[in-house]
């Protein structure tokens, strides 16, 4: 079974709005739904699992209402790290699911609603042969390393800008998340990594964005008119 984790319990600072933002309205649905479609509406995709905050619960059962919106997913709680939201949502998977030596599982980001079908598929084959793979693409910006008075300029042809989902053998993940969180964890694959496993990228796409700024909102309007 393939299944995918969608994170969803954030807090969305710096979008300056008080609902978090993967609620905020995207061409009249909250960003998450559209999110939630596109795997939903995958062949690739077995199960899709959404980790939202707690205290969050009733607006969602409002949200689903309202927009009528009763696509077949499972609903698990965040906790207070990002790296707690997803082992949380590892744990439902373990509770409710037997995980096998042919499973796997994708960790994607709520507020990336523009996902498509082929890079889906994509994501999942990187893994059947790598086992951990990470979307990414080569940064097209010079890049510097360092603070504001000490830096020096990095290579952009080694440099790559990671995006979800994030795919993985479905047992080494669970492995991977007993472990104990580490200011280090950025992402999942930096988990893994710690295990001593290697992470293989797979080209991404420029239109995958994360909806982080008040501006990324008319950007995503923008493709998703396109798909």
Not at 67 to 95: C, K, L
Not at 169 to 195: C, I, N, R
Request: aromatic fraction near 10%.
């Amino acid at each position: 079974m393939n299944f995918v984790i969608i994170v969803a319990a954030g807090t969305g600072n710096r979008m300056n709005s008080d609902l978090p933002k993967q609620f905020l309205d995207l061409n009249g649905l909250p960003i998450v739904m559209h999110t939630i479609n596109r795997f939903c509406q995958s062949e690739t995709i077995s199960e899709v699992i959404l980790v939202i905050s707690e205290p969050m619960e009733s607006f969602w059962t409002e949200l689903c209402l309202k927009h009528q919106f009763d696509r077949p997913i499972h609903i698990a709680f965040g906790g207070q790290t990002r790296f707690e939201s997803v082992r949380n949502g590892i744990d439902y998977i373990q509770q409710n699911f037997d995980i096998g030596p042919k499973d796997y599982i994708a960790v994607h980001d709520g507020a990336r609603p523009i996902i498509t079908q082929a890079l889906i598929k994509k994501a999942f084959q990187g893994a059947y042969d790598h086992q951990a793979i990470v979307l990414a693409q080569k940064s097209i910006e010079s890049v510097r390393m360092g603070d504001t008075t000490s830096n020096s300029a990095v290579d952009r042809n080694y440099t790559w800008l990671v995006q979800t989902p994030q795919v993985f053998h479905g047992e080494l993940l669970l492995k991977s998340y007993q472990q104990a969180e580490d200011p280090f964890f950025t992402d999942d694959a930096s988990v893994v990594e710690k295990m001593g496993k290697r992470i293989t990228i797979i080209e991404g796409d420029s239109r995958n964005i994360k909806i982080t700024y008040p501006q990324d909102l008319q950007i995503a309007q923008f493709y998703l008119n396109l798909t």
